[in-house]
């Protein structure tokens, strides 16, 4: 992802476009609802005027007739008031699922257009997660704009004009009181801002303490080393001081909000003494009096309901910075080319950094892998094995240097096109909580192909594991864990039943022991005649097999021939084998 700032309106004119395909007939819902709140609100000061003003004439002698009318009216209103109500909550339920759904399709789409490397990179998750918070705050920070355009400002607009023309003094009601409101509310905002911003670590922190405590994947060792007592401790303490930070800025943002009450009092109560000299001069009838004070108590509530909205609609629109930004960034899903993957693959002097590190995990490559031959890759742990299985599949780009099929650079193939045709197994493969055979068909689930042949393959019997295919591979959802290494042989299962011309086995064998290995890579052999494969592995019995082998070390090929090749080399393979043959004796 690139980092560039969006600017806001950029951000506001995309969450319309979002929302607004969403659902057009909610988008409109929305903005009618709010403008018919904003005028029956009006509607309702104008027609107070004119009940209290009838109400005086008939208190003085007029015909009671009079007062009829501004009651009806004053009734319908209060009878549509809740009815606007209702509508508006249900529009704003529905303008939330709605474009909050869409957004998650969008963004969901996005990720799955992702480069890998993308994901290694901590600073880009972070802005991932912020942007899935925006995709579920984003309708709801619009919906406030779309209140804020059609229910809130022209309804403060419109009162703030009928006051004025009243009595232009009456202009400074808005300043006694709304003035100070607005810049306390705003006070109060960064208050909460900074509050999140101070706090949340060191709630992740006490979270993470309790977890330890509690959570099933640490239970087991924290009940092992006795460490429940240091956990715990470490929980009291960060709870603690959580707890202080907590009570330091509740206790600021309280003395805001009494300073807030104590300034709203005063600019109220100075207006009334405004009003009440207006009447007793008789500039004002009573209806107005009534019809003021009534208004500048629903000014006020409105206000504050309006800023506590922006505050959330802050949040929201911060987060969706991060959505827009991954929406609108390159979209390189337009190449739908396929390359096929039964071809001589060539990596051209390969170096490959990883983001935020410094070192080169792979220095200078140079490799061919003849299509349909076998390659064995050893190495040490952290050599570079995984990587280089990543960026010859094309998981990753190099950071210099071209991998290329036949003749065709990979970089130019982007979509998961770029994979179509070849299998992996990872060293940390996926253990999916779903049934035996969705953890094999995963990568082709509406397939009618049977299962049994890629587990056969695998070396592995579901009748052995006394499970079905329906069986879900966790105890969580009502099923049954499998060990280490019966998960990878489903694993590698998996890799088989995925049509492949390329297959790729990153020591997915490392559960299994090392003659079992051989096993494993000798029908693995057998079954991938014809294909290209490459495994990788830290144990040198069962390269015999491979083709071709290379070794390596720091990033680099240090070693690359046949078995026969590098015994009589008697270079590391040779050395690293004679140190391992232990294994193999009985
Ligand atoms: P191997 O598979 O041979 O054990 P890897 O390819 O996993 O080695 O790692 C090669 C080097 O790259 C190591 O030094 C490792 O620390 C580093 N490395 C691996 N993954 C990452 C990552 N996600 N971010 C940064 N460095 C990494
Ligand atoms: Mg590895």
């Known amino acids: 992802m690139k980092e560039k700032k969006i600017s806001a309106i950029k951000i506001l004119a995309n969450l319309i476009k979002y929302t607004w395909r969403a659902s057009p007939a909610t988008f409109v819902v929305l903005v009618i609802s709010s403008l018919f709140m904003s005028s029956l609100g009006f509607l309702e000061i104008i027609t107070i005027e004119e009940l209290f003003d009838s109400a005086v004439n008939v208190a003085t002698g007029a015909a009671v007739e009079l007062i009829y009318k501004p009651m009806l009216v004053l009734l319908g209103i209060l009878v549509l008031f809740p009815v606007g109500e209702w509508l508006e909550y249900l529009v704003r339920g529905y303008f939330w699922r709605r474009g909050s759904g869409y957004m998650k399709f969008l963004h969901h789409g996005r990720i799955n257009h992702m480069r890998s490397i993308e994901f290694e990179n901590a600073a880009n998750i972070d802005e991932l997660h912020k942007a899935t918070l925006g995709s579920e705050d984003a309708p709801n920070g619009l919906r406030v704009i779309v209140q804020i355009l059609f229910l809130y400002l022209p309804y403060i607009l419109s009162l703030m004009v009928y006051l004025v023309s009243i009595k232009p003094m009456l202009g400074f009601t808005i300043v006694l009181i709304f003035i100070p409101t607005l810049i306390l509310q705003l006070i109060r905002m960064r208050q909460n801002f900074d509050f999140e911003d101070k706090i949340a670590n060191r709630r992740r922190k006490t979270r993470y303490f309790e977890r330890c405590i509690l959570s099933k994947e640490y239970l087991k060792e924290t009940f092992l080393n006795d460490s429940f007592g240091y956990f715990y401790q470490l929980f009291t303490e960060s709870n603690r001081e959580f707890s202080k930070a907590l009570i330091a800025i509740k206790k600021r943002i309280l003395k805001t909000s009494v300073l807030m009450k104590l300034l709203n009092a005063a600019g109220f ?72 993957k039964a071809q001589d693959i060539h990596l051209q002097d390969v170096c490959f950094t990883y983001p935020n590190s410094k070192e080169k995990a792979l220095k200078n490559i140079n490799l061919t892998i003849k ?24 998981l990753y780009d190099p950071t210099q240097g071209v991998v290329k099929y036949g003749n065709k ?47 056969d393959k695998a070396g592995v019997s579901l009748a052995n594991l006394s499970i079905h295919s329906e069986t879900i591979l966790s105890r969580e959802f009502g099923g049954q864990d499998l060990s280490g290494g019966e998960w990878q042989r489903i694993a590698i299962a998996r890799g088989l039943y995925r049509p492949h011309d390329l297959i790729v086995l990153d020591e997915p064998t490392a559960a299994i022991d090392p003659i079992e290995e051989a096993n494993v890579f000798e029908s693995f052999k057998e079954i991938s005649v014809g294909k290209t494969s490459i495994f990788v592995t830290h144990r040198l019995g069962s390269t015999k097999i491979a083709d071709r082998i290379i070794v390596m070390e720091k990033g680099e090929i240090v070693e690359e021939g046949t078995h026969k090749e590098l015994m009589i080399l008697e270079g590391r393979y040779h050395a690293l084998l004679k140190s391992q043959a232990q294994w193999y004796e009985h």
Do not use: C, H
């Open 409 to 455: 650079p990979l970089n130019y193939y982007a979509d998961t096109s770029r994979f179509n045709g070849i299998s992996a197994v990872f060293q940390d493969f996926v253990k999916y909580k779903l049934s035996a055979e969705d953890n094999i068909k995963i990568s082709n689930i509406t397939s009618k192909a049977m299962t049994e042949d890629a587990l």
């Open 269 to 340: 109560l100075s207006v009334l003494a405004l009003l009440v000299y207006y009447v007793y001069r008789g500039t004002i009838s009573i209806g107005l009096f009534a019809a003021i004070y009534y208004s500048i108590s629903k000014i006020t509530n409105m206000f504050r309901r309006a800023i506590s909205d922006i505050g959330e609609a802050l949040v929201g629109i911060a987060n969706t910075s991060f959505l827009v930004r991954l929406l609108e960034g390159d979209d390189r899903s337009g190449k739908k080319n396929t390359i096929s």
């Open 371 to 394: 299509a349909g031959t076998s390659l064995a890759i050893v190495g040490e742990n952290g050599s570079g094995k995984s990587t280089l299985t990543k960026i010859i599949m094309g």
